[in-house]
């Protein structure tokens, strides 16, 4: 069970990536860190719905 999710950066909350998240493993909203190019540094990005 994979399914696509957005995740949007917290600071800008312009920025967002996709990915694929297994509902299994992670039934919450996930929260990860990744670059963005926008605030051109690591922010934490949460899952949107
Ligand atoms: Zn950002």
Same mark, same amino acid.
């Given at each position: 069970?994979?399914?696509?999710?957005? @995740?949007?950066?917290?600071?800008? *909350?312009?920025?967002? %990536?996709?990915?694929?998240?297994?509902?299994? @493993?992670?039934?919450?909203?996930? *929260?990860?860190?990744? %670059?963005?190019?926008?605030?051109?540094?690591?922010?934490?990005?949460?899952?949107?719905?």
């Amino acid at each position: 069970m994979r399914e696509i999710v957005k @995740l949007r950066c917290t600071k800008c *909350e312009k920025h967002w %990536y996709t990915t694929m998240k297994n509902k299994r @493993l992670h039934p919450d909203r996930i *929260e990860q860190k990744k %670059y963005c190019p926008r605030d051109r540094e690591h922010t934490v990005f949460k899952e949107a719905r």
